[in-house]
């Protein structure tokens, strides 16, 4: 490697173990180059966590607010023209009626960090949007973006260390699909969401990454068991560079990662260890054997025969998630033995019918005939119950009754959350 590919492939490790968070985000960027040479008194900054849904910092689920406030103090310091701290929320958030954005940055205690350090926070839900077009697009030729990210000369992308039911991973590059406003984030995945996230990431490539890697998450993200202390913070210029590290730490082969691979690809890079020089604390020393959520979601339901093709994603998976567990607490077991479930667009090819075959979401509509259909994008948690209901010849009202105090229970529970 020469000199200047080797600075720019260079990835920190860093434990924020006996200096504290600040000191150890300092080091990791750093270490990785710095960002003297990135921000200038021109330079528009854009720093971006990933808060896709309200979740207090320290969780693992959401961007910790000690390491955006330690990244934004470093911008501060070298007086670039502005510095806006965005998101938008995942798919769903910022309707009329469901929770905003503004949720996610107050209970994470982002709205505090802006607060005292005197920086904006935008909505990319509700920015401004333009839409733009993608030079040899994988698939997505073109797409709307918020105009506040197409704006920044510099994106600092904040992921946290997680796995993802879609994408197996989930880190720098497909933390910038919260610059999609709204609906958009939809098209992403009706598309394909590797091949999209490629193609967002030729638009508003981030400049430099940091990972919250304090605690990582794994599994289906469900808190506080599948939380993994970890105590690291990671820093580097390059994307594809960072997120092979982080997916290297999390114990996967960064060949796996399709959106990595096929944006490395695009930039005429290896998104492979051996063109990374990770510096700081010994990678090996701090591998994991992280639990993909795929392989926790399979386990959990042996008797559901899951055909999923490439566009499936975490819509209709979380909504069938959702249903299955409802089903398996509060209804009839049976219900789920030998189920064949197909969503995505899965080819005629791979579906094998059972009695019991239910179809979900606008991706699978061609093989409605198939069994039973659930139709919506995606098809909603209820509707998924009482489809496989009818399929199983069992009672959805008991069920949906049962799942509705449920919620009610732990709105109880959770609302001080959202009221801070
Ligand atoms: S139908 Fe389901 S899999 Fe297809 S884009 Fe909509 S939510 Fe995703």
Known sequence: MDEGKDMKNRVSIVSAGENGIEAAVRQAIDLAGGLPDLITPRSKVLVKPNLCSP?????????????????????????????????????????????????????????DVAARLGIELRNFNHDEWEEVSVKNPYIMDKVKIARTALESDVIISL???????????????????????????????????????????????????????????????EYPQDKVEMGLILAGREPCAVDTVGTYL???????????????????????????????????????????GYDVFRARYPGVNIIAGESACTGCYGELMGALTAMKEFGDGDALTELTVILGNASRDEVSVTEK??????????????????KGCPPMGEDIIRTICRTAGSDADGVIASLDRERNRRWEETKHLLAR
């Open 55 to 111: 979740q207090p910092s320290g969780t693992g689920i959401t961007t910790d607010c000690r390491v955006t406030e330690a990244v934004t103090k470093i911008v501060l310091e070298l007086k670039p023209k502005s510095v806006i701290i965005g998101e938008g929320a995942g798919a769903g958030y910022d309707f009329s009626g469901s929770t905003s954005t503004e949720e996610a940055f107050r209970v994470s205690g982002t709205a």
């Open 159 to 221: 992921p946290v260390l997680k796995t993802h039911l879609r994408t197996l991973i989930t880190l720098s590059l497909k933390n910038m699909k919260g610059v999609l406003p709204g609906a958009e984030k939809r098209k992403t995945h009706a598309l394909g969401l590797d091949k999209a996230i490629a193609d967002l990431n030729s638009l508003v490539k981030p400049s430099y990454v940091v990972v919250d890697a304090l605690a990582g998450m794994q599994g289906l993200w």
């Open 250 to 292: 999390m114990g996967f082969n960064p060949a796996q990662i399709m959106h990595l691979q096929y944006f490395a690809a695009r930039q005429r890079q290896q998104a492979d260890l051996e063109h990374v020089m990770v510096v700081g604390e010994p990678l090996e020393s701090h591998r994991r054997s992280f639990k993909s």
């Open 357 to 374: 075959t239910v179809i979900l979401g606008k991706c699978a509509r061609r093989l409605a005939h198939l069994g039973t259909f659930a």
